[in-house]
């Protein structure tokens, strides 16, 4: 998948679903507006690829996730969530980041 086929399938999907090297690719075509790195994931990031603003984070599948949103925003809101669903782990709740909802 090239980067205008991911750009164009986030408009219509909650979630896709990429490889390495798309994200490679989409990384050199994008500005990184935030960069979180919870204790034991791989990173989440918020970017900007033209007018989209898009969050990219990996899975516990390890699968490398990328959501379109509306605003930055709204962005963030979700990596605080995120952020905070991690600390939750990190504390012994029990709980779970459901990835693909």
Do not use: H
């Not at 990384?27 to 935030?34: D, G, P, V």
């Amino acid at each position: 998948m090239n980067v205008d086929e991911l750009l164009d399938a986030a408009k219509r999907e909650r979630y896709v679903v990429i490889d390495e090297d798309t994200l490679r690719a989409l990384l050199a075509r994008s500005e990184i507006l935030e960069k979180e790195t919870p204790p034991g994931v791989d990173p989440i990031r918020v970017l900007r690829s033209g007018d989209d603003i898009l969050v990219q984070e990996t899975s516990d599948r390890k699968e490398i996730l990328v959501r379109r949103f509306p605003s930055r925003d709204d962005a963030y809101r979700f990596v605080r969530a995120r952020r905070d669903a991690y600390d939750r782990i990190w504390d012994g709740c029990g709980c779970r980041v459901e990835y693909y909802e």
